[in-house]
């Protein structure tokens, strides 16, 4: 069974700092991981990440996938309050078009 | 470009009644999902249609059913409402060979 796990489960920083958002998973035959946020609603997709070692960027956010050691990071630098929401990882199931997400990690700001 | 667009966005049921959660996207997406979001548990799967005219379960189908009416428009049945499934209910699709799921902005429900 694919599995995607999250860390930490939570966490709260002040105004300004770099955090680090991780996700592994142990997916057959994997063929990308997707990061998104949540806010108070609907997740919106951020990236899609399918060649290892190949960071992906959108202004103050990153990401990079290890295909090797199977994990994938999040990076947010000079983070503001507007970054704060819960951050999901998925990985496509094999042979079909159905994601495995994880229970996403809440991300708190403090102006 | 509405995306995609649930309806209602709140609604609170008593035991047994029933609804349907409506779901329609703008975007010619084949496959469609239902999902639904509990405090710890993250997104898990009900149902979900990869193309029209087909459906399948996802990984808490028990008490649900599903309709996927045309291409544009996938619906979620209650039949018997329990408080179990008090949730927030999210739509998403994805294109013809595309992992990118875009989500509806959710419904609410509450049953008492």
């Known amino acids: 069974e694919d599995k995607v796990v999250q860390s930490p489960l939570s966490l709260v920083v002040h105004e300004g700092d770099t955090v680090t958002l991780n996700c592994s998973y142990e997916v057959t035959n994997f063929r990308s991981l997707l990061w998104y946020k949540q806010e108070k609603k609907a997740p919106t997709f951020l990236f899609m990440l399918?060649?290892?070692?190949i960071e992906k960027k959108s202004g103050r956010l990153s990401s990079i996938l290890d295909k090797k050691e199977l994990f994938s990071i999040l990076n947010i630098t000079a983070t503001q309050t507007g970054d704060s929401a819960v951050y999901l990882c998925a990985a496509p199931n094999f042979g079909n078009e159905k994601l495995t997400f994880g229970t996403g990690t809440r991300l708190t700001i403090i102006p | 470009n509405a995306g995609v667009t649930q309806t209602p966005k709140f609604q609170v049921l008593k035991t047994g009644q029933s609804m349907t959660l409506q779901c329609a996207q703008d975007m010619n997406h084949n496959s469609m999902y239902w999902y639904r979001q509990d405090p710890g548990m993250g997104l898990r799967l009900i149902y979900y249609?990869?193309?029209?005219?087909?459906?399948d379960k996802g990984e808490v189908p028990n008490g649900y059913n599903v309709s996927r009416l045309n291409k544009r428009e996938f619906s979620l049945r209650l039949e018997s409402a329990a408080p179990s499934q008090t949730s927030v209910y999210f739509c998403?699709?994805?294109?013809?060979?595309?992992?990118?799921?875009?989500f509806g902005a959710g419904t609410r429900l509450s049953v008492l």
């Open positions: 399918t060649s290892s070692g």
């Open positions: 998403a699709s994805s294109g013809l060979l595309s992992n990118i799921q875009y």
């Open positions: 249609s990869a193309s029209e005219g087909t459906t």
